[in-house]
């Protein structure tokens, strides 16, 4: 099986997972930003010369073959799809609404936009072709880390940005921001995200920066040019964020999300549940019955591909019972309410009852050491388990050897 | 060939001295071999060998040579130049009637020149002192002769100055070993007694047996029979190294080559035993014994289910390897592994390494550690092959480690600082000899385990470099020796466990936690290390728990990719085991040896 790491246009491409369910939730990757931010590992690429009715098209032609019909949830991502012009919006929402039912079906519709690409007029123009949420990439409130990020627009752009949304009538609005940026003292975080809750969003996502491979930000820490902040003030800031959102009335539903009554992301969760997903458009991931299958990331190639044959998957990969089930509980614990033993089961096809459940002896351990809780029927992280998820996770994963 | 026209002799040199090279020299000159058809280097054959510089295995070659009208037949038997491989060296001189000492006269005598010099002479060997390199500015061969005096009382004042690069004098080599190396003594009328000087296995013919005819004569089809073992052999074949194995129909007393049998495991031949043909009656040569493990290491599969694999890898090494010995071993933090003897670190090394590349075995070893005796109260002697199975202190009456007698060549300017790092490493100081302005020769008696510790490196930055040294096991002395636990989340770690002189206990005991504080990565728990002695704790560490460890982005374009990575980090370090919930890497298991980054 090809791995999900390679980019190589060379890669063989793979067999498209079967067809999913009606109602399976749907994202589509729109590859293009005004220009690449230097933390950023998704993937995309400044739109400058770009042959956005091609991509549109072939996205298109991806959906036709793959897209679910009915989906409950539909996201669009990348990218920056508050790129596209109203006009290429339109025609991409109204030929995807002609394959799927979406306008019908979905229950949430959430587009990703950035403050250089969203108006009052682009945001009417989302609302009326169905988009009923928005998130907005706003990442900082400072000039100075925002250029350091390499984004292309000021806080008082991303501020504008905001208004333009509420005044256009968006009820949904997510607001991205990223802290323990190279430099900010948890005093700083702390003031640019009361000056963020203040605007009273619906929805907050607050990542911890991470140095991913390949961005431009993990070459320059390798380099020594920039530094992380010290774990206890990345902790602290944990903190803070948790404690203000409370405050504000943003409950923490996820590791690095926040949101008012009813308005978590559904489309999000389905992913933490580790439930099925059509993904379309390059490097788009799809997860149908067990199999995964990942497209190639390259524009180029997605385009080459989906003209061939349709097919852009370049890897797909079926994990066994007992993996699921570890990886069912990793994801599943980074949700608040955390997990029920005997849905993951059910998730994950593991046959056995309760007393197989490998995943309960890991349960036991991390109980005793103070890592997790039960709440009902349910498991999930304490405040001790919380800022060492992924360690908690590993031991969920090697479940089975 | 009358024997009188045999010359049996081979080459003492430190590494890098030049050995290879003036061998190569000596075969071009021969004409056995065409200088464009010369790998470089000839003798050294095992890639292993090439890469390390060093020889492990002994080889023989016999060339022809024409001086003043008769043609000779020159045998140069190569030794190991390693101390580990002391025993092989010994053999492989007693093969021979005299030695090429070969000197870099850029560098001087080393501590292993000195120690193999002392092998030939007391083997009995004509010595021809011989300085190489002269071609290099900074050659100094009037101080070298004078060294080769003073640490070795051997004549060097007319010795051969010669570059074995160019060339240079190596005629003139040749032309000593003829004449002033005696012709071999020997009847090849009388009953057949040839001395085995080493074997080496090889996959498609078995086991090929190296000998010198020391009296009579072997024949093609003899049946013969080893003295030390009683394993009888019919010779399938015999014949002589020119370099390449080239039957004969006989090998004469003198005479230097091999013979194949049928002998398919090297252990059924033992390096340093007498051959004679079956039914006669004949004295056993002097000097065998069985191999000699100092050092004692365990290898446990990194994955349990591997322990067949290793078992199968373990027997195929010792069918080249007499001198590895192994045996099923448990340990409560490692599980199934086997306990295996070495003649020395570098052997120790060496095994590691063709495990690890020729068997694509993943394992945890455990810090070497020495021999032990045990007296007990009725006098009973047993032997301890690890710190771990060291019986409480009640169960004995003394505990004794062995001793080294280890000389040490250095510049003069060095002589304090050697001498603090050998009294802290409770050596005995025995002799100092000067061997010219410049250099010193000293003796200490040390403990084999000190040296294991960290005295080699202690010793190289002591003198940047310029110190050598040699050591030969001398015997085994009583101390106030105690086994130092250590111990990982209130569960002690056998596989961590050391023995070691009660006054340095403690400082040792710190030293193995601090290092297993760097390799052990962070828990979800604080992981707390103690040192200790019985119920006493000397020492403790620990490493904080993990306070923060979790991804931000979690999506599902993710998932895969961020599993696989967590995964890995699991996983990762391979050659990690987990005692208790404890993930230890393989690394730890080293930290209880000394030196920078073991
Ligand atoms: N300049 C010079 N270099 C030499 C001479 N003899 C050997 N060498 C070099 O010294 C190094 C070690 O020689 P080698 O024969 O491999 O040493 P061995 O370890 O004793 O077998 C090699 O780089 C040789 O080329 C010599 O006479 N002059
Ligand atoms: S962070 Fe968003 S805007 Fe920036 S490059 Fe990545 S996808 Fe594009």
Redesign the pocket.
């Known amino acids: 099986m090809a791995s999900p790491f390679s980019t190589s246009p060379k890669t063989r491409p793979v067999p498209p997972l079967s067809r999913a369910k009606a109602g399976t939730p749907l994202y589509v990757h729109l590859p293009f930003c005004a220009a690449k931010c230097h933390y950023c590992d998704f993937f995309s690429v400044p739109d400058e010369d770009q042959d956005v009715d091609g991509m549109s098209a072939a996205i298109l032609r991806e959906a036709e073959r793959r897209a679910p019909r009915s989906p409950r949830t539909v996201f669009f991502g990348g990218g920056t799809p508050s790129l596209f012009t109203e006009g290429q919006l339109a025609h991409l929402l109204d030929r995807l609404d002609a394959l799927t039912g979406w306008r019908a079906s979905a229950r949430e519709v959430t587009a990703e936009c950035n403050p250089e690409s969203l108006d009052e007029a682009k945001a009417r123009a989302l609302l009326r072709l169905g988009v009923r949420r928005v998130s907005l990439g706003v990442q900082s409130l400072d000039d100075a880390t925002l250029a350091r990020f390499g984004r292309v627009h000021t806080s008082a752009q991303a501020l504008r940005a905001y208004d333009a949304a509420r005044a256009a009538g968006l009820d949904h609005v997510n607001v991205d921001m990223i802290y323990a940026a190279p430099g900010q003292s948890p005093a700083r975080w702390e003031s640019e995200l009361e000056r963020v809750l203040a605007l009273e969003p619906d929805h907050l996502s607050a990542y911890n920066l991470t140095f991913e491979p390949g961005t431009r930000f993990h070459l320059e820490l390798q380099r020594g040019s920039i530094a992380g902040v010290p774990e206890e003030d990345e902790l602290a800031m944990l903190d803070t964020t948790r404690a203000a959102c409370a405050r504000a009335g943003l409950e923490p539903y996820e590791i690095s999300n926040y949101a008012g009554p009813g308005e978590a992301c559904e489309h999000n969760v389905n992913y933490w549940n580790n439930g099925p997903y059509v993904g379309i458009g390059p490097s788009a991931v799809s997860k149908v019955g067990h199999a995964r299958a990942g497209n190639v990331r390259g524009i180029a190639s997605y385009l080459a591909r989906i003209g061939a044959d349709g097919n852009a998957a370049v890897w797909s990969e079926e994990l066994g019972p007992v993996a699921r089930l570890g990886e069912t509980w990793w994801l599943g614990l980074r949700l608040a309410r955390g997990v029920e033993p005997a849905r993951a089961r059910a998730t994950a096809g593991f046959e056995g009852g309760a007393d197989r459940d490998p995943a309960l002896e890991v349960v036991a351990s991390l109980e005793r050491s103070g890592h997790v809780e039960r709440e009902g029927d349910r498991v999930r992280l304490t405040p001790a388990g919380l800022p060492v998820a992924d360690a908690v996770g590993r031991r969920f994963l090697g479940i089975g050897r | 060939m009358d024997p009188k026209h045999i010359r049996n002799f081979s080459i003492i040199?430190?590494?890098?001295?030049?050995?290879?090279?003036?061998a190569d020299r000596m075969l071009e000159l021969s004409g056995a071999v065409r200088k464009r058809d010369m790998k470089d280097?000839l003798l050294?054959d095992m890639e292993l060998e090439r890469e390390r510089?060093i020889t492990i295995k002994a080889r023989a070659v016999t060339v022809p040579y024409t001086l003043d009208g008769e043609t000779y037949q020159l045998n140069l038997i190569d030794t190991p130049?390693h101390v580990d491989f002391n025993y092989e060296v010994e053999k492989s001189m007693q093969a021979c009637e005299g030695a090429v000492l070969?000197v870099d006269a850029s560098q001087g005598v080393e501590a292993q020149t000195v120690a193999n010099a002392y092998l030939a002479i007391e083997a009995d060997l004509e010595i021809l002192p011989v300085l190489?390199?002269?071609?290099?500015s900074h050659a100094r061969p009037d101080e070298t002769a004078e060294e080769i005096e003073n640490s070795l009382a051997i004549e060097a004042t007319d010795a051969a100055a010669?570059?074995?690069?160019?060339g240079v004098g190596v005629e003139e080599v040749i032309r000593r070993v003829i004449e002033r190396i005696p012709a071999p003594t020997g009847d090849p009328n009388a009953a057949l007694r040839a001395l085995i000087f080493d074997a080496v296995y090889d996959e498609y013919r078995g086991v090929i047996v190296y000998l010198r005819v020391v009296d009579g004569t072997l024949r093609k089809k003899d049946l013969v029979r080893m003295l030390g073992t009683g394993k009888i052999f019919e010779t399938v074949e015999i014949g002589r190294f020119t370099p390449k194995m080239t039957a004969a129909p006989e090998l004469r007393a003198g005479e230097v080559g091999y013979f194949v049998s049928n002998i398919k495991k090297l252990g059924d031949v033992r390096v340093g035993d007498t051959m004679a043909i079956k039914g006669t009656e004949v004295k056993m040569l002097p000097g065998y014994r069985e191999p000699q493990h100092m050092v004692y290491a365990d290898f446990y599969p990194t994955n349990p289910g591997d322990y067949e694999t290793m078992r199968d890898a373990l027997e195929t090494l010792s069918l080249s390897d007499s001198s590895l010995s192994f045996e099923p071993v448990t340990s409560d933090a490692l599980g199934f592994g086997y306990r295996c003897g070495f003649l020395g670190l570098l052997h120790m090394e060496i095994i590691e390494q063709r495990l690890e590349r020729e068997h694509d075995l993943d394992m945890i070893q455990t810090a070497p550690s020495v021999t032990y005796k045990i007296v007990k109260a009725d006098g009973e002697e047993e032997w301890v092959y690890s710190p771990g199975a060291l019986p409480g202190p009640d169960q004995f009456e003394e505990l004794c480690e062995p001793i080294a007698r280890v000389s040490m060549l250095l510049p003069t300017e060095f002589i304090g600082a050697v001498m603090q790092i050998s009294s802290d490493h409770r050596g005995l100081f025995i002799r100092q000899d000067h061997l010219s302005p410049t250099r010193v020769q000293l003796m200490y008696d040390i403990p084999l385990a000190e040296i294991m510790y960290d005295f080699y490196d202690k010793l190289k930055s002591a003198t940047r470099g310029y110190g050598t040294l040699n050591y030969e096991i001398t015997g085994y002395k009583a101390d106030d020796l105690v086994k130092l636990k250590i111990l990982v989340n209130a569960k002690e770690v056998d596989a961590l466990s050391a023995i070691v002189h009660r006054s340095r206990a403690d400082t040792r005991g710190r030293a193995t936690l601090k290092k297993l504080r760097k390799e052990i990565p962070r828990h979800l728990f604080e992981v707390r290390l103690q040192a200790a002695i019985g119920a006493k704790i000397l020492a403790r560490e620990s490493i904080a728990a993990l306070r923060k460890d979790v991804t931000a982005k979690c999506y599902g374009g993710d998932i895969s990719r961020k599993r696989k990575l967590l995964e890995k980090q699991k996983a990762g370090k391979r050659r990690m085991r987990q005692v208790g919930d404890v993930d230890i890497p393989q690394k730890a298991f080293l930290s209880v040896l000394g030196g920078e980054d073991k």
Do not use: E, P
């Open positions: 040199a430190h590494i890098d001295h030049g050995k290879s090279t003036l280097q050294d510089g130049g070969l190489n390199k002269v071609d290099l010669i570059s074995a690069k160019t």
